[in-house]
DNA sequence: CAGCGTGTCAACCAGATGGTTGAGTAAAAC
DNA sequence: GTTTTACTCAACCATCTGGTTGACACGCTG
């Protein structure tokens, strides 16, 4: 297949923490977009652009289709999906944990803020 | 609030796309963990461990519970949730677009792989 | 063919990241 | 009161990151 390099879940997070980055999906969301398309609503260079759209496509969330001189950037859902998927798993927990975790905190609620403060915000 | 100096998304991502911070995430979804309980699966330092939770915790993924001189270690579902949002709006997308992609790259097709190809893997 | 537009690659830089070690602090145990 | 335990903080280091610039490759257009 040899789909990417890494269909990794790091890399899937690793790409989308950057707010350029998740920009650039939300313009790809709507209709594939060239590179130079990109570029205008960024004030940054167009090589740095074209880096995002590379740590994007090694994550596998971005494929390129080559048309003419211009390459055509498409999203790709596998690896988002990858990721929500990911986090679907805790979603299970959150529910019902918020709960169990609200009623163990009243519990505890008396202690629960010793002095021991420093320096911690 | 001051609840974390920035509940952002870049945070909770970066934050998410480490595989030793996820690990932790892990540990802590089954109950909470002080710090030193942590450490024994990762084979470094417990500095290390201590800077990656704080991380989580800048991220807005884990909450702090002093109890004596431990550290108890809860997860906070919070971030999780948004990124978990944040992605669901693209799943809105994925479904429908994987079938118009895919109709219209069945009607490229026959163009869509040129031959400039030099050094692309 | 020459020239332009689109994009890649390599080199470079400042700052962030992920790890280390060592010193210090505070509560708990002796 | 001394020692242990659990943890924090600061300094340091190598590597990665995100940006820049400049040179180059490819395809389209005239």
Redesign the interface.
């Known amino acids: 297949m ?1 789909e990417n ?1 890494k269909s990794d ?3 899937i ?2 790409a ?4 350029t980055r ?1 920009a650039i ?1 939300g313009m790809l ?1 709507r209709r594939p977009h060239h590179i130079g398309e990109l570029v205008a609503p960024f004030d940054m260079s167009f090589n740095a652009i074209s880096k995002h759209v590379k740590t994007l496509e090694r994550a596998g969330l971005v494929e390129r ?4 001189t211009f390459c055509k950037l ?2 790709k ?1 596998k690896g ?2 990858d ?2 998927h990911w ?2 798993a ?2 299970l ?2 529910n019902e ?2 709960n169990k ?1 609200e009623a163990l ?1 009243a519990e ?1 609620k008396p ?4 002095k ?1 403060q420093k320096s911690r ?1």
Chains 1, 2 share one sequence.
Do not use: C, I
């Not at 989308?16 to 707010?19: A, I, W």
């Not at 289709?65 to 003419?68: A, N, Q, T, Y």
């Not at 202690?111 to 010793?114: A, E, I, R, V």
């Open positions: 040899v390099r879940l790091s890399e997070f690793h989308l923490s950057d707010p998740r999906l969301v289709e080559l048309v003419g498409h999203l859902t988002l999906s990721a929500y986090l679907g805790y979603e927990f959150w944990r918020l975790l905190l505890s202690s629960t803020k010793p021991r915000s």
